[in-house]
Nanobody, 115 residues
Framework: QVQVVESGGGLVQAGGSLRLSCAAS????????MGWYRQALGKQRELVAS???????SYADSVKGRFTISRDIAKSTVYLQMNSLKPEDTAVYYC?????????WGQGTQVTVSS
């Protein structure tokens, strides 16, 4: 069983930066690909970035070059560094396995980018 707790969201002006953290419990974390997802109001949840156990990363086109995903397996933590934030990045951000497992969704962390 995996449990995740996301943190680090907040209100930031366009062009600013935030660093999200996802603390995960459960042995499966260390062997799984992890992903950051987001869901904007009225829209479907989407995969933003993912990272394999070996550190290979993948990004949605909308965030490529601005966001960086990383992980510390020893700390069971996944990070999302978000730079050059845009108002369209406003959403609740979640972490989960990739592909996502319905039972592993946490509460998420709200990111709001003002113009």
């Amino acid at each position: 069983q995996v449990q995740v707790v996301e943190s680090g969201g907040g209100l930031v002006q366009a062009g600013g930066s935030l660093r999200l953290s996802c603390a995960a419990s459960g042995s499966i974390f260390s062997i799984s690909t992890m992903g950051w997802y987001r869901q904007a109001l009225g829209k479907q949840r989407e995969l933003v970035a993912s990272i394999t156990r070996r550190g290979s990363t993948s990004y949605a086109d909308s965030v490529k070059g601005r966001f960086t995903i990383s992980r510390d397996i020893a700390k069971s933590t996944v990070y999302l560094q978000m730079n050059s934030l845009k108002p369209e990045d406003t959403a609740v951000y979640y972490c989960n396995l990739e592909p996502a497992q319905s039972s592993f969704w946490g509460q998420g962390t709200q990111v709001t980018v003002s113009s």
